[in-house]
């Protein structure tokens, strides 16, 4: 079965700093999908990145980007510059092509003014 | 991106009583939507896998008849908690995959805005 690993429970991080949120994942597939979501305080769910496993080059979004790392089965999310309003929960979460997805347990991340 | 609501974003109600949540995709057709819980400060649970025109996949340990799952059209799917007790008191999140635009099993996953679901 496929497992998501999230080693870090908490993490906090000085506004306008950069901070890398772990992400490990056990799977037999080549073919896959990976993505970062985001949990505000307002509980609403939100993309925040996606890798597809086929692509080598890693996957960018504004000030996130992700560490796709095949072969160690690691998927990092890096959050440059910031903000009050990333402070939220991440979830690292996996699935195969049309199949369902499995989630980290979490890392909740605390930005300080 | 995508929108999906879910519908009622709280509700109080009294043991024995059932709840009746329903998540919608609001500008997009979604064949699969699914249901999940989630504890405080803890990971989504996927509980069913809601098909539409057809029966829901339960995931193991989740009570069918307890939560019943409707997936009636391309656009609604309902979660109901039936004969609800304080045990199922939680946040229960729905989403739904939005296939245009994406290559074969690529779709993307929406989520609603999730329900508070309270049992005195």
């Known amino acids: 079965a496929q497992t998501v690993t999230q080693s870090q429970p908490e993490m906090s991080v000085q506004e306008a700093e950069t901070v890398t949120l772990s992400c490990t994942y056990d799977t037999s597939e080549s073919d896959y999908y990976l993505f970062w979501y985001k949990q505000p305080p307002s509980r609403q769910m939100i993309l925040v990145i996606r890798?597809?496993?086929?692509?080598?080059q890693n996957a960018t979004e504004n000030r996130f980007s992700v560490n796709f790392q095949k072969a160690a089965k690691s998927f990092s999310l890096k959050i440059s510059d910031s903000q009050l309003g990333d402070a939220a929960m991440y979830f690292c979460a996996y699935r195969i092509p049309a199949g369902k997805s499995t989630f980290g347990d979490g890392t909740t991340l605390t930005v300080k003014p | 991106g995508a929108v999906v609501s879910q519908h009622p974003s709280w509700v109080i109600c009294k043991s024995g009583t059932s709840v009746k949540i329903e998540c919608r995709s609001l500008?997009?057709?979604?064949?699969?939507m699914f249901w999940y819980r989630q504890f405080p400060k803890q990971s989504l649970m996927l509980m069913a896998t809601?098909?539409?025109?057809?029966?829901?996949?339960?995931e193991q340990g989740v009570e069918k008849d307890k939560f019943l799952i409707n997936h009636a059209s391309l656009t609604l799917s309902t979660l109901t908690v039936t004969s609800a007790h304080p045990e199922d008191s939680s946040f229960y999140i729905c989403?739904?995959?939005?296939?245009?635009?994406?290559?074969?099993?690529?779709?993307?996953?929406?989520f609603g805005e999730g329900s508070r679901l309270t049992v005195l």
């Open positions: 809601s098909n539409e025109g057809s029966k829901a996949t339960y």
């Open positions: 500008d997009f057709q979604a064949t699969t």
């Open positions: 890798q597809e496993a086929y692509k080598q």
């Open positions: 989403s739904a995959r939005d296939w245009r635009g994406q290559p074969a099993g690529g779709g993307e996953l929406f």
